[in-house]
């Protein structure tokens, strides 16, 4: 019996992924570039899609959202997900001073009922102005405990994730 990833692109995927991340603030128009180059030079002949997304570092993550749903395949809906949420993590620990552009994100993220796991869900309803209340000293919590919460949830979703995966995927 085939596996059920088969058919399953991972360079749609990771398309979707940057759909979802372009349109919540969670990716830059630059990091696509860098994906698609990066894909470029490991591709014998890349789809066209990927060498008009190397040319796009002038444009607008709207202007990038066509080319990327050209990127033939089929999408993997919850591995996106988890890219995305992979993203946001990285950036979190690169950059905690983005915190902000995070939690809004996630909230994004959550209003667009892009958010399986509850915990992740519950932190992005309140991380945005739990991350404000505490810079004006007006909750317990500090800045950095709002961090070290939003760092927490986003690992633990993304734990959950790959182990329901795999369990999805063992089914096969």
Not at 111 to 130: F, K, N, Q, V
Not at 154 to 171: F, K, M, N
């Amino acid at each position: 019996m085939p596996r059920r990833t088969e058919g399953m692109d991972l360079h749609r995927t990771q398309a979707e992924a940057f759909l979802i991340a372009l349109d919540v603030g969670a990716a830059s128009v630059d990091d696509v570039v860098n994906w698609a180059l990066d894909v470029i030079q490991e591709a014998e002949h890349p789809h066209w899609s990927f060498c008009e997304l190397a040319l796009c570092s002038r444009k607008s993550p709207a202007d990038l959202a066509a080319i990327l749903r050209a990127v033939p395949g089929v999408p993997d809906g919850k591995l996106a997900r988890l890219r995305v949420l992979e993203m946001l993590r990285d950036s979190l620990a690169e950059r905690p001073e983005r915190a902000e552009q995070i939690a809004r994100s996630l909230y994004h993220l959550a209003i667009g009922e892009e958010l399986d796991e509850p915990a992740l869900r519950e932190l992005a309803w309140w991380a945005w102005d739990a991350l404000d209340l505490a810079a004006q000293g007006a909750i317990a919590q500090t800045r950095e405990d709002v961090v070290n919460q939003m760092r927490s949830a986003v690992a633990e979703a993304i734990s959950t994730g790959i182990a329901q995966r795999r369990c999805d995927l063992s089914r096969f």
